[in-house]
């Protein structure tokens, strides 16, 4: 009967919201969307949401104590604990976004799921996992100040709660953008419904919530995705036939990078140039492999949270393997449908359809992007109902992220940042008060970040790398607290200092250019003026004509009047003579392809309204067009990288973004672990009767018993290991 | 979940998976009987039908495993 009341008041909510959502879809998109739901789509959305919130109004009255809340009363099963420490990994960003860099980067993009994961992970279950569990602490920070003191859990949590609460805000802002461009949902209602959603439960029963919900969350990810490659297996003629027409097509699709191999995980990593990726195998082992993914996994509290809350230290162990099995399997959503946008993506006249990133002018305009893949190919191959779980799984996704970053920002908050520096006397019941209001402040503070976002969307680029800055020298500060008794507080807080303080000026010095940043050549035709087309063998567009209207140059040096000095910024008409803008400019001294875009012009002879991008063709501009002209040069610019300084970084001026990234994170955890032993042998070390239960050596491994063999953690996680090994051969 | 009387996970998941493959079967059979005008790839497949089934059998599994008991 309770439950039957639950679903009631969740039922009263969701459809007291439901009209705002309705209502405004079909306000909020007057592009064309790339999904159309049907009402039984919707009634499966609708489900979710009653069912999610039925379960936070549940378990309120199961969450009664600070350690009910915070840690989910630490009674969880392995199972439990495994699949609640995968599922907040895999939200829909991470299912689209690595969807789509399987698309730019063929299928290095897997080794996310495998080296940048697994090997990792059995070292938290195996090694780190008795630590964090014996030493009974609450959080990674909480670590840090029994091994180190105050300092470096001041500096890790305060860092922590404002990282994840602005990721959080960031995830939401990318879903309410998504959700709007995939099926037209106003962004305000997508923030707010969601947002208001994940409060609730997570305000009511907690972490314990919070992992109820990932569970649910992670069967709902598989279940609505799973069917995608599947089907696109069959429709590319088998797997083997799927990666010959990924490969061909690559070449077409990424002209840049067109002798680069897209289909294997190792052979096309002897050199920069040689993959899609622009890294070598040195930094893909070294830079994702241990620094990124070690950091990420072994110290991202986030993730650490889901199994130290486990009823024993073995199921702890068991559940962080289990999250290691099904991260191995992730490729097969996510790297698959990446491969078959590549195959299996084509234009109505049967040539490959070619997506951009989310930086290329033409960008939702007349190309869709990379993170569109995943969604194309639900709309390929889902029809009514299908299509609904698979949004409901992306909806899950979002949220199942959000309510980590929440419930751990709860966490963090309350035991490293209020308790032991604003109120260390109150009461279990004031904790367990402060992180249910915490939870709400965490989704303000998210929702006030995503709403900062879209006036200030560049501020994404500099989130994403933000995470690395810390996560990379927090794991070199608590490895070596873990495995050297020697490490002292000032070399701990030190090293993570001087570690976070190098990732930044890696990234500022990759990012700076003494001779400025030019964004490429390009037109960008305004709303409404008047073009004409001519076109040649068929429908290839050879010139383009502005009859009347205004455009925007960047970049462009436009002869305005001849016998005179081109021009390149400035407002002007064009004069009697008219003005042709060559498709092959000089910048620099370099020629570059001039980029026309024209997001919504009318033509001339039709009347009709028409978009299209062109590259290297020329422009004509008729008496009377208006010139807006600008030239850009940035000293520092975020979204590009400097080949000139990225060879000191990564190696090689060849290398791409992804393999400045992995190198810096490479050289932060030198850094960290340098100077953590440089100042230790300097400074005093703490007792080692302090050291008990927190260092290798100084810690006695509690004795869980006897168990049968299929409960030993060390064996299930060589096998994982032994299969890890094997796919690494197989698609070699 | 562990709790003596709470209600376990697994059949949080087993019901909301029945409830979906009942609705996506459904679909799916509606699609048989009056197909639709614009189908999706490989509808020939009516891979609705079978991933509604298979929603519907994972479900009533889970379901009625972990249903709560009375006492």
Redesign the interface.
Known sequence: MK?LKNLCIAAFLFVFLMPFKTATAAAGGAASHLLNLST?DM??IA??FV?VLA?GF?LKK?TSTGDDFFMA?R???AW?AGLSFISANLSSLETMGWSAMAYQYGMLGAHAYLIGAIPAILFLAIVMMPFYYICRTHSVPGYLKLRYGEGPRALAGISFTFLTVMVSGASMFAMAKILNLLLGWNMNVSIWVSSITVGIYVFLGGLLSAV?NE??QF??IW?GTI?IPI?GI??AGGWHKMLETAQKNAAIIHPTVQNADFTSLWRNLGSFDTNPMGIDWFGMVFGLGLAVSFGYWCTDFLQVQRVIIA?DLRSAQNGTVIGAMLKMLVPIIVTIPGLLGLAVLLNPDGSPMILVPESDPRANITLRTFNDVLPLLM????????LG?GVTAMIAGFMSGMAGNVSAFATVWTYDVYKPLLNRKASDKHYLSMGRWCSILGVLISIATAYALFYFSNILEFLQVLVFFFIVPLFGTVILGMLWKRATPAGGFWGFLAAIIISMSMWVFVHTFPDGSRPHPSVVISNNAVVSVAKQDGDKISRVVVESGQIQTTNVTIPLEAGKEPVTSGQYVVPQTGIELPGIVKDAAIAKNLRVLVPDAIESDTKQHTKFGVEGISLVLKPGVTIRASYIAKKFDAAAFNPAHTKYVARSEKAKPMAVNMYSAFWSLIVCLSVTIGVSFFTKPKPVEELKNLVMGLTDIPDEGPCPWYHNPKLWAAVVLVALVVINIIFW | ???EH??P?WF??G???T??GV??L???IY?VICP?EH?????N?H??IW??IL?LVIGLIYTIKYRPSKD
């Open positions: 439950l039984i009634v499966i489900i979710y069912v379960i549940y199961y009363g009674k969880m099963t439990i109820f569970v649910l069967f709902l279940l069917l089907l069959i429709s009823k709309g390929q191959y889902l029809g009514p109902g299908l779980l | 979940m562990h709790s709470q209600i996970i949080f998941i019901l909301l998976l409830v979906y609705l996506i459904g679909c799916g699609n639709p189908p999706v790839k490989l509808a497949l891979a609705d991933w509604g929603l």
